[in-house]
T-cell receptor, first 115, second 112 residues
Framework: DAGVIQSPRHEVTEMGQEVTLRCKPISGHDYLFWYRQTMMRGLELLIYFNNNVPIDDSGMPEDRFSAKMPNASFSTLKIQPSEPRDSAVYFCASSLDRALNEKLFFGSGTQLSVL | DQQVKQNSPSLSVQEGRISILNCDYT??????FLWYKKYPAEGPTFLISISSIKDKNEDGRFTVFLNKSAKHLSLHIVPSQPGDSAVYFC???????????FGTGTRLKVLA
């Protein structure tokens, strides 16, 4: 099992540019989560999907952020336009049945730097 | 409003001694708790969990204690090893929201 795969590992961009982060969950996992890690707030949940459908996006900071899951094996998190305060590590995670307290499996993250 | 708090950003412990990492939460509806370990440039990995119906769970060198009345949990590592040096996150789950809420993390450094 390859685990959760995220790309790119690092992204450096200029303020105002569009940024797209990608995630491939573990095959067979029904839930996919996007988290952001910052020093001040730790791991923040941005949005999660169940069977490709967005369930809770209350953590998405503002309209500049959007996420999609067109199929069971792929999700994107897009920031447009990006701002320096978006600089953080973004993690994707997947899990099996949510109701059973299934633990999350995380990808290696994308380190985003917005200059 | 931080519902899960890890008030110690960092902790240093001598190899062989006990490491105690603490976590406090505010929401009494949380009914499941986990600890994750994170090495640099890697994603967090699951370490140990505890249900709210228990007050202790042990797995090898790792033990998690839960004090529901105090809304406090702790992770004990005995004996600590240099390979335990990492950032540790506690997370709380509520069957009402189906979401894991993570703390800000504690960086543990085990000194050889």
């Amino acid at each position: 099992d390859a685990g959760v795969i995220q790309s790119p590992r690092h992204e450096v961009t200029e303020m105002g540019q569009e940024v797209t982060l990608r995630c491939k969950p573990i095959s067979g996992h029904d839930y996919l989560f996007w988290y952001r890690q910052t020093m001040m707030r730790g791991l923040e949940l941005l949005i999660y999907f169940n069977n490709n459908v967005p369930i809770d996006d209350s953590g998405m900071p503002e309209d500049r952020f959007s996420a999609k899951m067109p199929n069971a094996s792929f999700s994107t998190l897009k920031i447009q336009p990006s701002e320096p305060r978006d600089s953080a590590v973004y993690f994707c995670a997947s899990s099996l049945d949510r109701a059973l307290n299934e633990k999350l499996f995380f990808g290696s993250g994308t380190q985003l730097s917005v200059l | 409003d931080q519902q899960v708090k890890q008030n110690s950003p960092s902790l240093s412990v001598q190899e062989g001694r006990i490491s105690i990492l603490n976590c406090d939460y505010t929401n009494s509806m949380f009914d499941y708790f986990l600890w994750y370990k994170k090495y640099p440039a890697e994603g967090p990995t699951f370490l140990i969990s505890i249900s709210s119906i228990k007050d202790k769970n042990e797995d090898g060198r790792f033990t998690v204690f839960l004090n529901k009345s105090a809304k406090h949990l702790s992770l004990h590592i005995v004996p600590s090893q240099p390979g335990d040096s990492a950032v540790y996150f506690c997370a709380a789950w509520s069957s009402g929201t189906y979401k894991y809420i993570f703390g800000t993390g504690t960086r543990l450094k085990v000194l050889a």
